[in-house]
């Protein structure tokens, strides 16, 4: 059996799997845009080991011009093993899956203020995030923040494990606008 090995692309650490994992996301949401529950399945794979490897993250939308914040999906690796392995086996059965997992019940529920209501350019107020990082159980949060269409924002919450290299964060922020698309 030929043994696979990895390239590493640019110095950057990006492994072709990597690469090929993400770019096959947007096809995925083409694919099943009519699956309720895509954007949760689109965190999923962004949360995983096999991807980012996050503890916890949660992505929301946050319109300023009507001051507030919806929770949209929620990822805990403790609550992976409620799924089957591959998510797109059959994804219409994900959200049955999911239905006991906690942090992702809570995040799918949440409704608050927005935390970018009180400036005028509607950017995301770094200290709101942590404080609600915080709130959210999570340790060390972080987050990335995009423009998306209505003047609203995206907002990824998360908690990173050790394995999250620096080029990886960079990759992570271009690529959970994939997640606005659900």
């Known amino acids: 059996m030929k043994k696979r090995t990895e390239k590493t692309f640019g110095g950057n ?3 072709q799997h990597d690469l090929t994992q993400f770019f096959s996301l947007p096809h995925k949401i083409l694919r099943y ?5 895509l954007a949760q399945m689109i965190l999923h794979e962004l949360g995983h080991n ?3 490897g996050l503890n916890k993250a949660g992505y929301f939308v946050d319109n300023p011009d009507f001051n507030c914040l919806r929770g949209v999906a929620g990822f805990s690796c403790d609550e992976c093993s ?3 392995n591959d998510l797109w086996e059959t994804p219409n059965s994900f959200l049955d899956d999911m239905k006991e997992a906690e942090f992702h019940q809570k995040l799918a529920n949440f409704y608050h203020n927005s935390v970018s209501h009180k400036n005028k ?3 995301v107020e770094e200290d709101a995030v942590y404080e609600l990082g915080k709130a959210l159980g999570m340790i060390k949060p972080e987050f990335v923040a995009w423009k998306i269409k209505h003047g609203n924002n995206g907002l990824l919450l998360f908690e990173a494990t050790d394995q999250l290299a620096h080029h990886h964060r960079d990759l992570l922020h271009n690529v959970v606008p994939l997640l606005s698309l659900c």
């Open 82 to 84: 409620r799924h089957k």
């Open 50 to 52: 096999k991807s980012f």
């Open 121 to 123: 350019n509607h950017d």
């Open 33 to 37: 845009h009519e699956v309720d529950g």
């Open 13 to 15: 650490g990006y492994h």
